[in-house]
C-alpha cells in the first residue's frame, strides 16, 4: 500500500473513531447546544447505564423496600426483584455493601446475602399466604363455603412456594457458619446465629400453617355436610 492509501485509510478511521466519540446526541438535556446546562447533563447515557439500570446482585437488592402500607402488589414486585438478584452477578468486591478486606470474608458476605435474600422472599410468600389464610372458622362460615375454601387453596400454594426459600436459606446460612470470620453484616450474622441454633425454624411453622389449612377444610366440610341434613 502506498502512503496515499495508508493517509487516506488512517483518515477514515480517525473519522468514524470520531463519530463514536460524539456524544452531543445523546445528552439527558434536549437544551439547545447554545444555553448553558451543568456539566452532568453532557455525560451520555451510554455511561450512566450501569448506574441507572440495575445489573448486580446488590442493585436488585436495594430495590427492595415495604411502606408503611403495602398490597400484595407490592410484595409480588419484590419477590420478582429479589429472584432477579439470586440470578445476577456479585459486584465487584470494592463496591459490596460492606467492607470487604479478604477472599474468606468476600465469600461469607456472598452467603450471607444469599441467605438473606432467600428469607426475604420466603417471608413475602408468607405475607400473601396470610391475606387468604382465614384464621377461625365459624358455624355459620357454611355460606361461604366455596370461596373460602378456594381462599384456602391459595394460601396453601403460597405455603408451599415459601417452603423451598427456606431450605435454601438454611444452606446458605451453614455454608456461611463454615466461614470462621465476622462481618459488617451484623443483622444478617444474627439471623444466621439463629437459624444455626435453631430458634427460627421456618419449616416447622410453615408445616403448621398448612396442617391447620387442611383442619380448616375438613372443618368446612363438616359444616357443609351439616347443612344438607
Not at 478511521?13 to 447533563?41: G, H, I, R, V
Not at 455525560?43 to 436488585?60: A, K, M, N, S
Not at 387453596?153 to 423451598?164: E, G, Q, S
Not at 421456618?202 to 366440610?221: A, H, M, T
Request: proline fraction near 2%.
Amino acid at each position: 500500500m502506498n502512503k496515499t492509501g495508508l493517509l487516506t485509510l488512517l483518515l477514515v478511521f480517525t473519522f468514524f473513531n470520531l463519530q463514536a466519540e460524539d456524544y452531543e446526541y445523546q445528552y439527558f438535556s434536549k437544551k439547545e447546544k447554545d444555553t448553558y446546562a451543568p456539566f452532568s447533563d453532557y455525560i451520555p447515557l451510554v455511561r450512566l447505564h450501569y448506574q441507572t439500570v440495575p445489573h448486580h446482585l446488590e442493585d436488585y437488592y436495594l430495590l427492595y423496600g415495604l411502606k408503611q402500607y403495602y398490597n400484595e402488589n407490592t410484595l409480588r414486585i419484590n419477590i420478582e426483584r429479589l429472584k432477579s438478584a439470586l440470578n445476577s452477578k456479585f459486584r465487584h468486591p470494592s463496591m459490596a455493601l460492606v467492607k470487604v478486606e479478604s477472599e474468606k470474608e468476600y465469600l461469607k458476605y456472598r452467603n450471607l446475602m444469599f441467605m438473606h435474600i432467600n428469607l426475604l422472599i420466603m417471608r413475602s410468600y408468607l405475607s400473601i399466604a396470610s391475606r387468604y389464610d382465614k384464621r377461625k372458622l365459624y358455624f355459620y362460615n357454611n355460606e361461604f363455603a366455596k370461596d373460602i375454601s378456594e381462599s384456602l387453596n391459595i394460601a396453601d400454594k403460597h405455603y408451599a412456594d415459601a417452603l423451598p426459600y427456606w431450605t435454601n436459606a438454611k444452606e446458605y446460612a451453614k455454608k456461611a457458619s463454615n466461614v470462621q470470620i465476622n462481618t459488617d453484616l451484623g443483622f444478617m450474622e444474627s439471623e444466621r446465629f439463629s437459624i444455626m441454633r435453631g430458634e427460627l425454624d421456618f419449616g416447622k411453622i410453615i408445616g403448621d400453617y398448612r396442617k391447620n389449612i387442611n383442619s380448616k377444610k375438613q372443618k368446612l366440610g363438616a359444616l357443609t355436610a351439616a347443612e344438607k341434613k
